[in-house]
Structure formats: structure tokens, C-alpha cells
Nanobody, 126 residues
Framework: QARLDESGGGLVHAGGSLRLSCAAS????????????MAWFRQYPGGGREFVAG????????DYSDAVQGRFTISRDNAKMTAQLLMNNLKPEDTAIYYC???????????????WGQGTQVTVSS
């Protein structure tokens, strides 16, 4: 009924950039994608999922963690049912699995989101 698929991860040197994409599919998103908050989380080995960025259904408000503020930009295209995360000036500490998520409200806890992608690996070398 609802599926999110991330792409765009890879290996990059410190200071470089990557753009992650999240494509939504399934009946629920076909009907209501424009009503969902979209967000990105990241997970380090052995750790929980940390909030990275979120965006309101109409794109009018965005929120970022302190760790990525000023370096990452979240955006969405409701007509294409996609969300993106542009990551600039990447640092080794950004290395993690990045997950796309959808939910009813813009919050920073993973429990507030109802749909998740399978994740894409981002590795930043020093």
C-alpha cells in the first residue's frame, strides 16, 4: 500500500557532495503523497535512527538537525512523488545509512513516522 525507495548513496571524499532521492509508490502515496511530512534519518552502526531533516507537505517549512544545518537541503516534488536530500561539504562523521520516512507531523523522533525506506549507504572518507 505504501513504499519508499532511496537511491544516490555512495563513497565520497570529505568536502564533496551527494544528492539522495526518495521515490514513493503504492496506492496510499498515489492518493495522498502531498499530505505527508517527509523526512530523512540516518543510522550509525549499532545505533538508533537520528533525525536529519524534514519538510512539510507543501514544502513551506523545513527543519534540520544542528549537525547538518547549513550543509544539507531537503526538498520535495509532489507531482513526481519524490523527496531529495542535497548534502554539501560532507564530513567523515556523516557516514551512515540514510533512510527516507513519511508521517503525519514534522517531528524529530522516529516513532512519529509511519513509512520507511530500506536505506542507502553514504560513506565519507577523510
Amino acid at each position: 500500500q505504501a513504499r519508499l525507495d532511496e537511491s544516490g548513496g555512495g563513497l565520497v571524499h570529505a568536502g564533496g557532495s551527494l544528492r539522495l532521492s526518495c521515490a514513493a509508490s503504492g496506492r496510499s502515496f498515489e492518493r495522498f503523497f502531498g499530505n505527508y511530512v517527509m523526512a530523512w534519518f540516518r543510522q550509525y552502526p549499532g545505533g538508533g535512527r537520528e533525525f536529519v531533516a524534514g519538510i512539510l507537505p507543501n514544502g513551506g517549512r523545513t527543519d534540520y538537525s544542528d549537525a547538518v544545518q547549513g550543509r544539507f537541503t531537503i526538498s520535495r516534488d509532489n507531482a513526481k512523488m519524490t523527496a531529495q536530500l542535497l548534502m554539501n561539504n560532507l564530513k567523515p562523521e556523516d557516514t551512515a545509512i540514510y533512510y527516507c520516512a513519511a508521517g503525519p507531523t514534522l517531528r524529530n523522533s522516529q516513532g512519529d513516522y509511519t513509512s520507511w525506506g530500506q536505506g542507502t549507504q553514504v560513506t565519507v572518507s577523510s
